[in-house]
């Protein structure tokens, strides 16, 4: 099996770089599913029904989340659908939506980190519950944090337990994909999909004013891009022993 994990999808630039660049890839790398992070799919905060289903008609299979999935109040209602959308796990029993799914032999599951986020459970001992009650087969966690520190401990306390964790939420890629030793495959953050030449995916103008004021300051998406990038993590899973026997990062640009 073969999964490639998109890093957070920012804005109308992200989904257009799923829209210009998803398909090719999909095809040169022989994607069997598709999993992206859209908690800032809809303008950089949060996710709406009509961003998400842009983003599964661009050839993504299953939308992961986190702390921003809360920020467009009309998702929250469609969480219980049948749309393939998760928030993180580890929100306290009776929280809208679901944090694990399963998706043609894949299960996905999403947490969130506790350092520099909300205090909600801990995405250690939800996951030990989640995984007591999985079905044998291949899984793959979203674990979206802040602190790098948090992401690294996820992946050594999983090795051997899960096929893949992967860190969102930060944005920035990391150089540190690789296969930990117990079959576990491994990156601190996917990065994101979006505007190349911006703060994040936000415009580099309101940045400074936030930096240079210390004021609240809204922090619009980058409205008219040069370049739009895609950074992911291509995974090679064995759905036999369920684990992973190859990770490789695929990150793509396309000028405007």
């Not at 800032?40 to 599964?56: I, V």
């Not at 467009?72 to 469609?78: G, L, P």
């Not at 944090?99 to 506790?114: A, D, F, P, S, Y």
């Not at 980058?222 to 990770?247: C, F, M, W, Y």
């Amino acid at each position: 099996m073969r999964v490639l994990f998109i890093g957070d999808v920012v804005g109308a630039p992200g989904r257009q770089a799923l829209n210009v660049l998803l398909p090719g890839i999909r095809d040169e790398l022989d994607i069997d599913v598709v999993i992206a992070n859209g908690e800032n799919a809809a303008a950089g905060r949060g996710l709406t029904m009509k961003t998400a289903e842009e983003m599964f008609n661009a050839g993504v299979d299953i939308i992961s989340s986190g702390n921003h999935i809360w920020d467009q109040r009309e998702i929250i209602e469609d969480l219980d659908g049948e749309a393939p959308i998760l928030r993180p796990a580890n929100y306290p029993p009776g929280s809208p939506g679901r944090g694990i799914l399963r998706h043609e032999g894949l299960t996905v599951i999403n947490l969130q980190g506790r350092t520099f986020m909300a205090n909600i459970d801990c995405p250690f001992r939800t996951v030990d519950t989640l995984l007591d009650a999985q079905p044998d087969g291949p899984i793959v966690v979203d674990m979206h944090a802040e602190a790098t520190s948090e992401k690294v401990a996820m992946g050594w306390y999983l090795d051997g337990r899960v096929a893949a964790v992967l860190g969102t939420h930060t944005h920035v890629p990391t150089a540190d994909a690789r296969l930990l030793p117990h079959g576990t495959a491994y990156v601190t953050d996917a990065g994101m999909s979006g505007a190349r030449d911006g703060v994040l995916g936000f415009e580099v103008s309101a940045s400074h004013r936030l930096f240079l004021s210390g004021l609240p300051t809204r922090l619009p998406v980058v409205e008219k891009p040069d370049v739009l990038k895609l950074n992911s993590v291509l995974v090679e899973i064995d759905e036999t022993s369920g684990r992973a026997r190859h990770i490789e990062r695929v990150d793509r640009e396309h000028a405007v």
